[in-house]
C-alpha cells in the first residue's frame, strides 16, 4: 500500500508565498517521477510541475519564474515552492508519484490534494 499526504495549502494574499509538501508512505522501492497537478473549480485538472529522478523539472507556463519543484529522496517528499501568488493560481493542489513498490508493481499514485486559495 502506498500513500501521498500533502500539505502546506492555505488562504494567502496576492504577491505571498507558499510552500506545499508531499510525503509518500509505504511499501516503495523507488521512486521514479514525482509533480504537481492543480484543479480550479469548474476547470479540468492541470500540470503545474513534474521532476523526474534525475532532477530535471518541467513548468506550465502559466508558473515559470514564480514556482519552484525540489524533492527529498531521503525523506520521499516533493515540495512546491510557490511565490508571487496570483488569484489565478487558486486551486486544489494534487501531488503525484511514478512509484515501482517493494513487489515491483509500477503504478502512478495521487494523493488527496489540498487548498490554495489566493485573495484579498
Known amino acids: 500500500q502506498v500513500q501521498l499526504a500533502e500539505s502546506g495549502g492555505g488562504l494567502v494574499q496576492p504577491g505571498s508565498p507558499l510552500r506545499l509538501s508531499c510525503v509518500a508512505s509505504g511499501s516503495i522501492f523507488s521512486i521514479r517521477a514525482m509533480g504537481w497537478y492543480r484543479q480550479a473549480p469548474g476547470k479540468q485538472r492541470e500540470l503545474v510541475a513534474t521532476?523526474?529522478?534525475?532532477?530535471?523539472?518541467n513548468y506550465a507556463d502559466s508558473v515559470k519564474g514564480r514556482f519552484t519543484i525540489s524533492r527529498d529522496n531521503s525523506k520521499k517528499t516533493v515540495y512546491l515552492q510557490m511565490n508571487s501568488l496570483k488569484p489565478e493560481d487558486t486551486a486544489v493542489y494534487y501531488c503525484?508519484?511514478?512509484?515501482?513498490?517493494?513487489?515491483?508493481?509500477?503504478?502512478?499514485?495521487w494523493g488527496q490534494g489540498t487548498q490554495v486559495t489566493v485573495s484579498s
Open positions: 503525484n508519484a511514478y512509484i515501482e513498490t517493494r513487489q515491483n508493481l509500477f503504478s502512478l499514485y
Open positions: 521532476t523526474a529522478n534525475g532532477g530535471s523539472a
